[in-house]
């Protein structure tokens, strides 16, 4: 039921790109550029708080590199074929027949739009909504299908959420000499 849910979804999305040129584009653009966007971001992101002796800048470098070994680890043990090997399909942008689920380029967007969230709101918004159309530009070009895009964002944001809870919920962390030490 779920599947036949997100494959369902899957071919509206990938249809409405396919059949329309500027869209197709943009949905390439996007596709391409957001690693390169989030990559710049992030850099951005953790060196405004080094230089600002944040400690928030602990968990933005813990949590994004957590949510990335999740995904990893998911990945080893379950293999989902991606779209375009599943339903013979030609996507839009060349992609290796590697699994896509959870997708991991949507989870480190939305670990890195989570951490931007987690520091500074007013950037964070926006980030998140870059992260959005990152993981559907992932299905639109026909690399990954809605539910590995659901599931690499949730559980990076989960991931985020949690490890600056923890972080902020001991005094006795934020205060440790090594922390106060290392910024």
């Not at 060349?94 to 670990?111: I, L, R």
């Not at 890195?112 to 987690?118: C, R, W």
């Amino acid at each position: 039921m779920l599947q036949n849910i997100d494959e369902s979804l899957f071919f509206r999305l990938y249809t409405l790109s396919i059949e329309n040129n500027v869209l197709e584009h943009w949905m390439v653009f996007i596709t391409n550029a957001s690693s390169l966007v989030f990559a710049g971001m992030y850099l951005a992101l953790l060196i405004t708080l080094f230089i600002k002796k944040d400690q928030k800048f602990i968990p933005a470098l813990v949590g994004p590199f957590l949510a990335y070994l999740s995904v990893s680890v998911i990945r080893f043990f379950h293999h989902r074929p991606r779209p375009f090997i599943a339903l013979d399909i030609e996507s839009l942008i060349y992609h290796e027949a590697s699994g896509s689920m959870p997708s991991m380029h949507a989870a480190s967007a939305f670990a890195i739009a989570m951490a931007i969230y987690l520091t500074h709101k007013k950037f964070g918004v926006p980030a998140i909504g870059l992260a959005i159309l990152t993981g559907l530009s992932r299905v639109m070009v026909g690399v990954h299908f809605p539910l590995d895009i659901l599931t690499g964002g949730l559980l990076s944001a989960t991931i985020l959420y949690g490890i600056y809870r923890v972080f902020y919920s001991r005094k006795s962390i934020r205060q440790s000499y090594f922390i106060s030490k290392v910024l």
